[in-house]
């Protein structure tokens, strides 16, 4: 499950995701529709989960 | 292997070519040879996902559960090793779902011809065994966007704790296609336990339009609900033909980039200060580092990327431990950008420092 989602920039570009799941794991995962943690992050989104952005 | 010479007015028969592979099998790792992830994993609970053996996700929603590439085989039929369930810590059957699944791209499936006249019968072949005699269903879904579709056979394990070989042919389905995807389009399902949602229906075994009571039969046997519950799986084939085959085993280094295509693991225990990552690396700052890296089989997507212990920059001037921050991906290639206190301009590579086992970075496309 995941606890939080933060965006990730290389270079100035936004490029990933940070995603920090319950048992602590983290993720580095691409802005991509067919990779599917994006696709979970879209549903934590859409179950309320805010993406935190601390800029480039 | 004998070597069969044909002659210039020779036909090439199925006979003279017996023993090729031809990739008939539509299943990634269905002999469950490729364990990357590892082989045993405790303490399972109502995460689904991908644990040992490569390509095999897991749904546990009852109890807790261990799930490990077992060694416990079907005699005498050529596999080494098997998907093994086992619940050490019991909830109520049937109350949720334990399955096993496996989803399969949808441009892997094109052969099928589906939504046409010319549509394929498929097989699907497995062995199974588990503790709990009774009723079980196997189905599967074409989760095609503009009509899913659904179809599935019912089986009974007949015998305790004793492996049994289960076969079904289903015809072709002549109205839907299934969608050129590198998505899944297809997802399999080995069910053992499912809420009564699941099975107020009927398990049909033509291609039916999606309802999700008709996923498993009523009298679903139901694993979970003790700790002697347990299930093992292997031999799975599933091909275009209207009967099975002996099971395809191809060699284990094409399984393995087979399975590559959807994980990966950049690591290695020895030698210890070997490079993790296939390019060097160089420090852009004093606080970063990137490293660019092909990867060795070329991905379904762009992949997410974890770190998994201690992961260090080897330079000319000595190591230091980094962490992943960022990526950006394709799926020929990663670039990882670490963080750490570096001398800035320095080139170096990515190791793990110490040898351990528990250094790695996981690379994961998977369905």
Same mark, same amino acid.
């Given at each position: 499950m995941i606890n939080s989602v933060e965006k990730q920039y290389l270079e100035g570009e936004h490029t990933s995701y940070k995603v920090v799941l319950d048992d602590g794991k983290i993720l580095l995962v691409p802005?991509?529709?067919?990779n599917r943690h994006y696709q979970e992050i879209l549903e934590w989104v859409e179950n309320g989960g805010v993406i935190v952005d601390n800029g480039a | 292997m004998a070597i069969t010479r044909l002659g210039p007015n020779q036909d090439i028969t199925a006979a003279k070519i017996a023993?090729?592979? %031809?990739?008939?099998?539509?299943?990634?790792?269905g002999d469950m040879s490729i364990a990357q992830r590892g082989t045993s994993v405790t303490g399972v609970t109502t995460t689904d996902g991908y644990y040992t053996c490569d390509r095999w996700r897991s749904q546990t929603d009852i109890g807790t559960w261990t799930i490990s590439q077992s060694t416990d085989v079907p005699t005498g039929q050529g596999f080494a090793n098997s998907f093994k369930m086992d619940c050490t810590s019991a909830g109520t059957s049937n109350a949720d779902e334990v399955s096993i699944r496996q989803y399969i791209e949808g441009q892997f499936l094109q052969q099928l011809a589906y939504g046409t006249s010319s549509a394929k019968s498929i097989t699907i072949s497995f062995w199974i065994k588990s503790n709990k005699t009774g009723d079980y269903t196997f189905s599967i879904k074409n989760v095609n966007s503009s009509q899913e579709r659904l179809l599935g056979f019912n089986y009974t394990?007949?015998?305790? %704790?004793t492996w049994e070989k289960k076969t079904f042919t289903f015809s072709g389905d002549t109205s839907t296609s299934i969608e050129n995807t590198n998505s899944a389009e297809f997802e399999l399902y080995w069910w053992f336990s499912a809420a009564s949602a699941l099975r107020t229906g009927t398990v049909s075994n033509t291609w039916q339009n999606y309802s999700a009571g008709n996923h498993a039969i009523s009298t679903l046997a139901g694993l979970?609900?003790?700790?002697?519950d347990e299930v093992y799986l292997t031999g799975v084939q599933l091909e275009a033909d209207t009967s099975a085959s002996d099971f395809e085993f191809i060699p284990y280094d094409v399984n393995l980039q087979r399975c590559q295509r959807y994980y990966q693991i950049f690591g290695s225990t020895a030698p210890t200060s070997c490079n993790m990552t296939n390019g060097m690396a160089y420090s852009a700052n004093s606080s970063e580092v990137f490293c660019p890296t092909i990867l060795p089989v070329v991905m379904r997507t762009g992949p997410s990327v974890t770190q998994n212990g201690t992961i260090a920059y080897r330079t000319p001037g000595g190591t230091t431990n980094v962490t992943l921050n960022s990526t950006a991906v394709s799926e020929k290639e990663v670039f990882m950008n670490f963080s750490g206190s570096f001398t800035s301009g320095d080139p170096g590579y990515i190791r793990n420092p110490d040898g351990s086992s528990s250094n790695y970075l996981e690379v994961d496309a998977e369905l």
């Open positions: 802005h991509n529709e067919e | 023993g090729t592979i %031809n990739f008939k099998n539509l299943i990634i790792n394990i007949d015998s305790a %704790n979970g609900g003790s700790t002697d």
